[in-house]
T-cell receptor, first 108, second 116 residues
Framework: DAKTTQPTSMDCAEGRAANLPCNHS???????VYWYRQIHSQGPQYIIH???NNETNEMASLIITEDRKSSTLILPHATLRDTAVYYC?????????FGAGTTVTVRA | DVKVTQSSRYLVKRTGEKVFLECVQD?????MFWYRQDPGLGLRLIYF???????EKGDIPEGYSVSREKKERFSLILESASTNQTSMYLC???????????????FGPGTRLTVT
């Protein structure tokens, strides 16, 4: 599975959009981009995934560049409950492997 | 609402004890997983089961075994607990999709195991 690079941490104001970048320059054609998050002391939670096209669900939007070498997770209206570690994963198959992720802190 | 439950949130065991961690899912999922999560090492797959009585080793199976006698239940067994097995253990489940990549995994709350 391709390696991903994310910023270590970022702050966001409550009510504003949070844009979380992820680089995956070695992604191969059949690998998907997945995003999970983990709130302190809880199990990871699936957010969204995509292959080529941009995706949106009730939680977030995923923007994947045309060359697929990077992507951005957008939380449209961040709330205090969105404070968590966010993991970007590139995967083909079932084996999840989280790195350090991005620690997102939403401030009132 | 989908649910994966784990038998304990916190567990303290002594070195050499046999430890059972239980996981139950109510989504009729075919696949179940056991991971451990450690600071600086991230999330690592221990074992995976794709059907009742079927299992596959993950990246770090040494010192662990698993059991899946019923579809909804997947057990992780530490035959003789050691201090380096102190960790957060996470169970997950997902539905079966042949190409594998499009099924999100649903996680339980985790069991924080301390071996002294």
């Amino acid at each position: 599975d391709a390696k991903t690079t994310q910023p270590t941490s970022m702050d966001c104001a409550e009510g504003r959009a949070a844009n979380l970048p992820c680089n995956h320059s070695t992604i191969s054609g059949n690998e998907y981009v997945y995003w999970y998050r983990q709130i302190h002391s809880q199990g990871p939670q699936y957010i969204i995934h995509g292959l080529k096209n941009n995706e949106t669900n009730e939680m977030a939007s995923l923007i994947i560049t045309e060359d697929r070498k990077s992507s951005t997770l957008i939380l449209p209206h961040a709330t205090l409950r969105d404070t968590a570690v966010y993991y970007c994963i590139v995967i083909m198959g079932y084996k999840l492997s989280f790195g350090a992720g991005t620690t997102v802190t939403v401030r009132a | 609402d989908v649910k994966v439950t784990q038998s304990s949130r916190y567990l303290v065991k002594r070195t050499g004890e046999k430890v059972f961690l239980e996981c139950v899912q109510d989504m009729d999922h075919e696949n179940m997983f056991w991971y451990r999560q450690d600071p600086g090492l991230g999330l690592r797959l221990i074992y995976f089961s794709y059907d009742v009585k079927m299992k596959e080793k993950g990246d770090i199976p040494e010192g662990y075994s698993v059991s899946r006698e019923k579809k909804e239940r997947f057990s992780l067994i530490l035959e003789s607990a050691s201090t380096n097995q102190t960790s957060m253990y996470l169970c997950a489940s997902s539905s079966y999709i042949p190409l594998g990549a499009r099924d999100e995994q649903y996680f339980g709350p985790g069991t924080r195991l301390t071996v002294t």
